[in-house]
């Protein structure tokens, strides 16, 4: 089968390979790829597709991943991290750290000319407070602000 198209809001921060992610998967109930999953799983495509509601903190780091959803987060708390890290990477000349309140936080650090490199701490809510850290490599601040940008575009 092929892969199922995936829409939505998302942020990425990080590579191919080392990243954290903020999305809000939305799959197409008329997506024809949604709809032979949906019937190989048995149910509607519209049960199947979910309402596209819940947010889902994405993570990789050296080819080990996980992921967990935020069950009750509205828009304006992704939205608001979004702001928050837009600010301080176009007002930076230093390190400074984001708050993504008791799931997620960002300490970032200059990485070479307009570049920046960050450290993602998850901690997932359901979860005995064990920590994952995620390192990624040096990140253009050009990128990052245009990617930061659509996705508060997405949000609007």
Known sequence: MSPIAVGGPAL??????DYVALV???????DPDVRLAAEQAGVA?????????????????????????????RDVEP???????RVELAA???????DGGSV?????????????????HVTAPEDD??????????L????LLADLDAFLGSLA
């Open 12 to 17: 990425f921060i990080g590579t191919d390979t």
């Open 24 to 30: 809000r998967p939305r799959l197409d109930p008329a």
């Open 45 to 73: 495509p519209e049960e199947f597709a979910g309402p596209g509601d819940t947010w889902t903190v994405l993570f990789e780091h050296d080819g080990e991943g996980d992921g967990f959803e935020l069950p009750g987060v």
């Open 79 to 85: 939205a608001g991290f979004a702001e928050r890290l």
């Open 92 to 98: 930076a000349s230093g390190p400074f750290t984001v």
């Open 104 to 120: 997620l936080r960002l300490d970032a650090r200059p990485a070479g000319a307009d570049a920046y490199a960050f450290t993602a």
């Open 129 to 138: 407070g064990s920590l994952s850290t995620v390192e990624t490599g040096p």
């Open 140 to 143: 253009p601040v050009a990128g």
